[in-house]
């Protein structure tokens, strides 16, 4: 939603911990953000007790990674975004990171999401599912409304069919 471009010297010291964070992992959309990496993520116990959305957008354990584009990752995966992390199956976790993966490649592909514009105000080319301009409309997968609800300070969009919380 925002941006803002830095210009320094590499070898000036740039004191911004979002920076920090973003250099020592590895992005989404490449090769090193692999299944194992992506299970040692939800692996220790803190995260294991944290719902979908709390494990994978927050803290910057995926940096760069927002609700925006996780609704669409979880709907992917059919996973709702309160389903604590503890209750998912080895297939379930292989399926979110195969979402992740994938959903992200596509986004990028496409240009960005069709909800935001890049510099030259242009739309991303990539059809969100999850979000506000969908609430109330079928979901293309099974026809059951888009639900928006109030969580963690923002919110989800969900499909109950798709997405059951259990």
């Given at each position: 939603?925002?941006?803002?471009?830095?210009?320094?010297?590499?070898?000036?010291?740039?004191?911004?911990?979002?920076?920090?964070?973003?250099?020592?992992?590895?992005?989404?959309?490449?090769?090193?953000?692999?299944?194992?990496?992506?299970?040692?993520?939800?692996?220790?116990?803190?995260?294991?007790?944290?719902?979908?959305?709390?494990?994978?957008?927050?803290?910057?354990?995926?940096?760069?990674?927002?609700?925006?584009?996780?609704?669409?990752?979880?709907?992917?995966?059919?996973?709702?975004p309160k389903r604590k992390t503890n209750t998912l199956?080895?297939?379930?976790?292989?399926?979110?990171?195969?979402?992740?993966?994938?959903?992200?490649?596509?986004?990028?592909?496409?240009?960005?999401?069709?909800?935001e514009k890049d510099l030259f105000g242009q739309p991303?080319?990539?059809?969100?599912?999850?979000?506000?301009?969908?609430?109330?409309?079928?979901?293309?997968?099974?026809?059951?409304?888009?639900?928006?609800?109030?969580?963690?300070?923002?919110?989800?969009?969900?499909?109950?069919?798709?997405?059951?919380?259990?």
């Open positions: 939603m925002y941006g803002g471009i830095y210009c320094f010297e590499t070898n000036d010291e740039f004191d911004n911990p979002y920076y920090s964070i973003a250099k020592e992992k590895p992005s989404p959309l490449t090769e090193a953000f692999d299944e194992t990496y992506f299970e040692q993520l939800l692996s220790p116990e803190a995260v294991q007790k944290l719902s979908l959305k709390a494990a994978l957008a927050t803290e910057q354990r995926i940096p760069g990674l927002g609700n925006g584009s996780l609704q669409d990752i979880l709907w992917n995966a059919n996973l709702h199956s080895d297939e379930e976790v292989q399926n979110l990171y195969n979402s992740l993966k994938q959903t992200l490649a596509e986004m990028t592909r496409m240009g960005g999401r069709s909800t991303g080319g990539y059809r969100v599912v999850m979000c506000v301009a969908n609430n109330g409309k079928p979901c293309p997968k099974c026809g059951t409304t888009i639900l928006k609800q109030a969580y963690m300070g923002g919110s989800i969009y969900t499909c109950s069919c798709c997405q059951a919380l259990s």
